[in-house]
């Protein structure tokens, strides 16, 4: 009897253990581990939001659903102090950084668009005049990738694949779908608002939309959007952005307060175009995405596929109306809705298990500084054309020639070389003599010449970020940055292009498949994301990139 109860007791004391003794749970949590890693995802999703601060996941954490960035911040990693590590912070540049894993000075894209010194003419990131439009005859088809110089992860994992597993890229901007999916993408679909409202592609890619992309544009979906844009809640419980009506936005025709209504509000000859800076444009982007999976067949198979979707409507609010405004957490408030969607999507036709997914930004944006100003912190605006008057004044009394400059564009001086060798001047004192007198300009923080750039190795600060930006055959000969919180831009809403913290400091949240649940404030680059994806997927690394695998956020 007295054995009986002993048996009993200890039998009791089992069921406690296997239930909740810690050791127990230590036994448990490889296991799992260990299954998750013996399958590779089938699906790899790429989220970019443009112009995504950092604070915007923790500004408008309340107001988030569970199922959006909250799952992912909470189930997924987190990584709380990731920044892009170059200038300029713009988008062109940082699609391409984030999925080739290098910078500027390797893939090429310095800008969104660029003085070209052998074109002697301005160039766009993703323009391509030797391709023809495909599902329009508009010039906005005229695209391709062929200026970014490296490999995307994507194009690795087709190669990998013996192109097998598919790379699509989808966006309402072209640079967003296009740098992307890279140079091998079976395809990459953008949105031509206009008076067409269609997703449109190029040559490049392919002769004729696919049937699905025909019949999503012959839908009802984009007409859908041209409606009413009122907040999602009542506004009064808005408490995390400043008043609906102030002088700091630029509104739809001079209308800065909810709601608009988008008909009324649309330019008649372009009709379409104002869904694109509206959050509709987003629920767009989502309701396009999944059709791809679906119709495309994508995380279906064995072989790895890459599927890369990029919000834009995000940085076209941010700009019209400024990072505080109502606008921009009510389109946080509802991308965290069409986000909700979307993974929902994924798990009931790819299989929760079976995606591994990033949600990441192209660069942050600043606050707007007319509004800053009234709150005492030193902000303000560049006039360029003030800066390229005056230097070019100081360069023609120094050097006895006039016209040594040939153009400044994205803050790079690019000098007239030819001009220069018949002069018989010296290119580099001329750098130098710019240098020294466009750090006295006001406004003019900081100043390199393309020697400097070009002979030192920095490993932090502004100068840093300038050389990683700075490519030795496309970039200007000076380069140049502004003050903290001045901008050349209008006086109303928000831009972005700067190395400061409110540009760089961006979310970056790995999910899913291979995936630990964690979060670190240690610091990380914006270029370790496609090693990362490399390394899960057990690929090449895109053949540019340099940068150090997140391994705390990958299960062993
Ligand atoms: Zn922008």
Not at 22 to 50: A, F, Q
Not at 77 to 95: D, E, I, L, S, V
Not at 431 to 444: D, L, P, R, W
Not at 459 to 480: H, I, P, R
């Amino acid at each position: 009897m007295k054995n009986l109860v002993l048996l009993l007791v200890v039998l009791v004391s089992f069921g406690c253990i296997s239930v909740k003794h810690p050791n127990v749970t230590v036994v448990e949590k490889p296991l799992t581990s260990i299954k998750v890693k013996k399958t590779k995802p089938k699906l790899v999703i790429g989220i970019v939001v443009d112009q995504m601060r950092y604070d915007y996941l923790t500004r408008f954490y309340s107001k988030y659903g569970n199922g959006g960035f909250k799952r992912l911040m909470n189930d997924g990693f987190n990584f709380k102090n990731n920044h892009f590590n170059y200038t300029p912070t713009y988008t062109g540049p940082g699609h391409a950084s984030i999925y080739t894993g290098t910078t500027p000075k390797t893939h090429a894209i310095i800008g969104n668009s660029w003085y070209d010194k052998y074109e002697n003419t301005s160039v766009y990131c993703a323009g391509d005049s030797s391709v023809l439009p495909v599902g329009t005859k508009n010039k906005a088809g005229l695209m391709s990738p062929h200026r970014m110089k490296t490999t995307t992860f994507g194009d690795e994992n087709r190669l990998f694949t013996q192109f097998n597993g598919k790379t699509i890229g989808v966006s309402i901007k072209d640079r967003g779908a296009i740098l992307p999916a890279g140079h091998s993408a079976n395809a990459a679909y953008w949105f031509h608002g206009a008076n067409e409202g269609v997703f449109i592609s190029s040559s490049y890619y392919m002769s004729n939309l696919p049937k699905w992309v025909q019949n999503f544009n012959s839908s009802n979906t984009v007409k859908s959007y041209l409606k009413e844009w009122n907040t999602l809640y009542p506004i009064e419980t808005y408490t995390e952005s400043g008043s609906d009506k102030n002088n700091f936005e630029y509104g739809f025709k001079k209308q800065t307060n909810f709601p608009y209504n988008l008909k009324e509000l649309a330019r008649v000859k372009k009709p379409f175009d104002i869904i694109k800076a509206t959050p509709y444009g987003n629920s767009l982007v989502a309701d396009f995405a999944i059709e791809a999976i679906k119709n495309e067949d994508l995380g279906q198979d064995e072989f790895t596929d890459v599927l890369t979707v990029s919000f834009s409507s995000t940085d076209y609010v941010g700009h019209n109306f400024g990072v505080n405004s109502k606008e921009v957490e009510d389109t946080y408030i509802r991308l965290d809705k069409d986000l909700e969607r979307f993974l929902n999507f994924l798990d009931t036709n790819v299989g929760t298990n079976n995606y591994t997914l990033f949600l990441t930004a192209d660069h942050g944006a600043i606050d707007v500084p007319t509004y800053l100003k009234t709150k005492q912190i030193p902000a303000g605006y560049v006039n360029e054309k003030v800066i390229e008057d005056k230097l070019a004044a100081f360069l023609d009394q120094q050097f006895k020639v006039s016209g040594l400059i040939k153009k400044i564009s994205n803050d790079q001086v690019f000098l007239d070389t030819e001009l220069i060798k018949s002069n018989r001047l010296n290119k580099a004192v001329i750098e130098e003599a710019i240098v020294n007198e466009i750090i006295t300009y006001n406004t003019v923080y900081k100043a390199y010449s393309s020697k400097t750039l070009l002979t030192t190795d920095f490993t932090k600060g502004s100068a840093y970020l300038l050389q990683n930006g700075y490519n030795q055959k496309y970039s200007g000969d000076v380069v140049f940055m502004f003050d903290p919180n001045y901008i050349s831009y209008k006086k109303t809403g928000s831009t972005h292009g700067s190395g400061f913290n409110y540009d760089t400091h961006v979310p970056l949240l790995f999910y899913g498949n291979g995936i630990k649940q964690g979060e670190t404030f240690n610091k990380t680059e914006i270029t370790s994301i496609a090693p990362t994806i490399s390394a899960l997927l057990g690929i090449s690394f895109p053949n540019g990139s340099s940068n150090v695998v997140l391994s705390e956020a990958l299960i062993n």
